[in-house]
């Protein structure tokens, strides 16, 4: 079995001759990469983590402290990626660069590459963020506002839990809430791990 390391030195020979010309690093996960508590999967970077090469700094960064104080964990201890590895963006009407969601080209040519991530770290448990890694790990037709807060199977074998994104509860303050009682669902299930699944 791979380790992670190794997996992404694949990646960097795989994804180097892709986009010539194009400047799209890849921002590639980081912290307990081995069979940590959980690994959580955001949907892709944007600008800072871009700048930093490192997933949820800038603003996710806070929200991602805010979930880990919620659930009681510490960023040492579990492992955070995202689905998609390079910034989606596009040029907005006022002519600077803004992030969009990933394509469908995007998500074809990162999925099989997450797959084979989550097979190298072997966490005990996925916790999707939105719809991006949701759809991609379980069903297409499986959406967030549907599946949040729930255990589910997913295509990696590993019991799946689903958050909304942090970003949307900014724009739609009542998922606030929910969003908190889903961590601690997560959180108490955690702690009673026969409960994960
Ligand atoms: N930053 C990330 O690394 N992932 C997200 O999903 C959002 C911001």
């Given at each position: 079995?791979?380790?992670?390391?190794?997996?992404?030195?694949?990646?960097?020979?795989?994804?180097?001759?892709?986009?010539?010309?194009?400047?799209?690093?890849?921002?590639?996960?980081?912290?307990?990469?081995?069979?940590?508590?959980?690994?959580?999967?955001?949907?892709?970077?944007?600008?800072?983590?871009?700048?930093?090469?490192?997933?949820?700094?800038?603003?996710?960064?806070?929200?991602?402290?805010?979930?880990?104080?919620?659930?009681?964990?510490?960023?040492?201890?579990?492992?955070?990626?995202?689905?998609?590895?390079?910034?989606?963006?596009?040029?907005?009407?006022?002519?600077?660069?803004?992030?969009?969601?990933?394509?469908?080209?995007?998500?074809?040519?990162?999925?099989?590459?997450?797959?084979?991530?989550?097979?190298?770290?072997?966490?005990?448990?996925?916790?999707?963020?939105?719809?991006?890694?949701?759809?991609?790990?379980?069903?297409?037709?499986?959406?967030?506002?549907?599946?949040?807060?729930?255990?589910?199977?997913?295509?990696?074998?590993?019991?799946?839990?689903?958050?909304?994104?942090?970003?949307?509860?900014?724009?739609?303050?009542t998922l606030s809430t929910v969003y908190d009682q889903?961590?601690?669902?997560?959180?108490?299930?955690?702690?009673?791990?026969?409960?994960?699944?």
């Amino acid at each position: 079995m791979a380790t992670v390391q190794t997996l992404y030195q694949e990646m960097a020979a795989f994804f180097k001759p892709l986009w010539p010309g194009e400047d799209k690093p890849l921002v590639l996960g980081e912290g307990r990469d081995s069979s940590p508590v959980l690994m959580l999967i955001g949907e892709a970077p944007g600008e800072t983590e871009v700048i930093k090469r490192r997933p949820f700094v800038g603003k996710a960064g806070k929200n991602l402290d805010e979930f880990l104080t919620l659930a009681r964990l510490n960023r040492e201890d579990i492992f955070v990626t995202n689905a998609v590895k390079i910034r989606p963006s596009e040029i907005g009407p006022t002519g600077r660069t803004r992030n969009r969601a990933p394509n469908k080209e995007e998500l074809s040519l990162f999925i099989p590459w997450l797959l084979k991530e989550i097979q190298a770290v072997r966490p005990g448990a996925l916790v999707t963020l939105g719809n991006v890694p949701l759809k991609a790990l379980t069903d297409k037709k499986n959406t967030v506002g549907a599946c949040h807060g729930q255990w589910m199977q997913s295509k990696a074998g590993i019991p799946l839990f689903a958050l909304y994104h942090p970003a949307s509860i900014i724009y739609r303050r009542t998922l606030s809430t929910v969003y908190d009682q889903d961590v601690l669902t997560l959180a108490e299930a955690l702690d009673r791990p026969e409960g994960a699944s």
